[in-house]
Nanobody
Framework: QVQLVESGGGLVQIGGSLRLSCTASGITFSNYVMGWYRQAPGKQRELVAHITSGGTKTYADSVKGRFAISRDNAKNTVYLQTNSLEVEDTAVYYC????????????WGQGTQVTVSS
């Protein structure tokens, strides 16, 4: 059984930081592209960042220079360091594990709420 468990969300003021974590079980973690997505109220889910098994990172334009994704294959964990948070970053953040060649092997966590207050 595949599980992705996120943690680290919360309430933070503008300009603050949070570190999100997602720990996976039931998959060969090192083989997967790991990503963070977010969904704000009334909006579609969007990609925030992802990192390949080889460590290549991709970011949404809206978070470049402020967020950093990383992974620790020994701990089956992917991180998202969020800095200089803005009100527009308020959303539920979801962890995703996607196998690069098996399209059906696409898994989601339950989400963690990030709220940025003014």
């Amino acid at each position: 059984q595949v599980q992705l468990v996120e943690s680290g969300g919360g309430l933070v003021q503008i300009g603050g930081s949070l570190r999100l974590s997602c720990t996976a079980s039931g998959i060969t973690f090192s083989n997967y592209v790991m990503g963070w997505y977010r969904q704000a109220p009334g909006k579609q889910r969007e990609l925030v960042a992802h990192i390949t098994s080889g460590g290549t990172k991709t970011y949404a334009d809206s978070v470049k220079g402020r967020f950093a994704i990383s992974r620790d294959n020994a701990k089956n964990t992917v991180y998202l360091q969020t800095n200089s948070l803005e009100v527009e970053d308020t959303a539920v953040y979801y962890c995703n594990a996607k196998h690069p060649s098996m399209r059906a092997w696409d898994y989601w966590g339950q989400g963690t709420q990030v709220t940025v207050s003014s």
